[in-house]
């Protein structure tokens, strides 16, 4: 891999011009730490841009810290999570993801904030204010801890609401840079200038303004159509995979759907947990009928009003069992994490449908474990 101090980067098919890395490293160069807000139009190159802003950092820190706020293509979680994550080893490969325990994260149980931007904003709002306490000394972070830049990647939805959300989180963070990228259909740009300020009011912050990085023969940033869905799904198959040894043959989705067919439940007592319906009502005698084969949030509850529920992992409710009062889960999330677990919330998040479509299960309801 070339390196950093070249004019054009080459990672595989993702072309890093030099304005990128004079970019990234005027960003890096900064004292203290900066906090770097990166947004731009759908498939701009935002996620690519912070991989690469990740990279020149962790040249000149230990570890930088990365908020993720776009739920529907998330970069080291499956989907339907907002995660603050620390990262401390340089990405080799920018087009590849790759999956992270995060520090922090929330269920917010949607691909899109449209449902709930109150609860999604109080969320990220939540996520920095760990950052700010955690790693900024100024605000009582410890020593061990000082020095840890943040990234902040964001969704592409630009317009309406959305705009709203991004000016308010702007506000709220008040980062050091903001990165904003352009490409070349003007309409689907956000505006040109520092948007966040009111009539020139507000907190400074450094404006870089680039192009996206597609290009085509006439120098000129073209949109890269990106199959969402799909992507989603190989996050949420790729994340339920970790419910298996590495070196266990999974190569192909039949082998990994034979495998979670398999695979023996947690067994988890009803009486031990809620159960809280996100973006939508459901009747109490529907509660069961409605958690059965779906995709859950296992989270550990708050009691405080200002604090919100920390979720563990994602689990695959396999069966639940009326008779027994027991709920069958499949999860990667280790039995020391799911013993504090009392809480299940439900969204929107889907199993890939061809993980359903499996032949030859065998009884739902063995399990390996019980949790007490």
């Known amino acids: 891999m070339a390196s950093f101090g070249d004019n054009e980067l080459q990672f595989d098919n993702i072309f890093i011009p030099e ?5 990234a490293d005027s960003v890096a160069t900064t004292w203290p730490p900066p906090v770097a807000f990166v947004c731009g139009p759908k498939n701009s190159g935002k996620t690519t841009f912070s991989r690469l802003l990740v990279n020149v950092l962790l040249q ?11 739920v529907g293509q998330t970069e080291f979680t499956p989907p339907g999570l907002l995660s603050l994550t620390t990262i401390d080893k340089i990405t080799s490969d920018l087009s590849i993801p790759c999956l992270k325990t995060p520090e922090r994260c929330f269920f917010f149980g949607d691909i899109s904030s449209k449902r709930d931007p109150k609860t999604y904003l109080a969320y990220i709002f939540a996520l920095y204010d760990h950052y700010r306490r955690t790693y900024l000394l100024s605000n009582g972070g410890s020593p061990g801890n000082a020095g840890v830049p943040l990234v902040i990647n964001t ?30 259909a003007v309409n689907k740009n956000l505006p040109a200038g520092a948007f966040w300020l009111d009539d020139g009011n507000g907190a400074a912050a450094t404006l870089i303004e680039v192009n996206s990085a597609r ?8 949109l ?17 995979r970790q419910c298996f040894p590495s070196d266990m043959k999974i190569t192909t989705i039949k082998e990994l759907s034979r495998a ?3 695979h023996p439940p947690y067994e988890i007592p009803i009486s031990s947990i809620k159960i809280k319906h996100l973006h939508c009502e459901v009747p109490k005698s529907e509660v ?3 958690l059965n084969a779906t995709i859950v949030g296992l989270a550990v509850d708050s009691e405080g009003s200002e604090n919100f529920p920390d979720c ?6 396999r069966a639940i069992d009326t008779f027994k009062h027991v709920v069958y889960v499949i999860t990667p999330v280790p039995k020391s994490s799911l013993q504090k677990v009392d809480l299940l919330l439900q969204g929107f998040i889907k199993i890939p449908t061809c993980l359903l479509q499996v032949q030859g299960c065998i009884s739902p309801y063995m399990s390996a474990d019980v949790l007490p």
């Not at 000149?60 to 776009?70: F, Q």
């Not at 939805?157 to 991004?166: C, E, M, R």
């Not at 290009?215 to 073209?222: G, K």
């Not at 563990?312 to 409710?317: C, S, Y």
Request: aromatic share 14%; hydrophobic share 45%; glycine share 6%.
């Open 19 to 23: 304005e990128w890395s004079d970019a």
């Open 312 to 317: 563990m992992g994602l689990g695959i409710v």
């Open 288 to 290: 069961f009928y409605s």
């Open 224 to 240: 890269v159509q990106k199959d969402a869905c799909l992507l989603r799904d190989l996050r949420v198959m790729a994340y339920f």
């Open 155 to 184: 969704t592409g939805w630009v317009k309406g609401i959305g705009y709203d959300i991004l000016v308010d989180m702007i506000k709220h963070i008040s980062p050091t840079h903001v990165v904003k990228i352009y490409i070349s």
């Open 215 to 222: 290009q085509d023969y006439f120098n000129r940033s073209v």
């Open 60 to 70: 000149r820190y230990k570890k930088v810290a990365y908020l993720d706020t776009d």
């Open 260 to 262: 979670l067919a398999a």
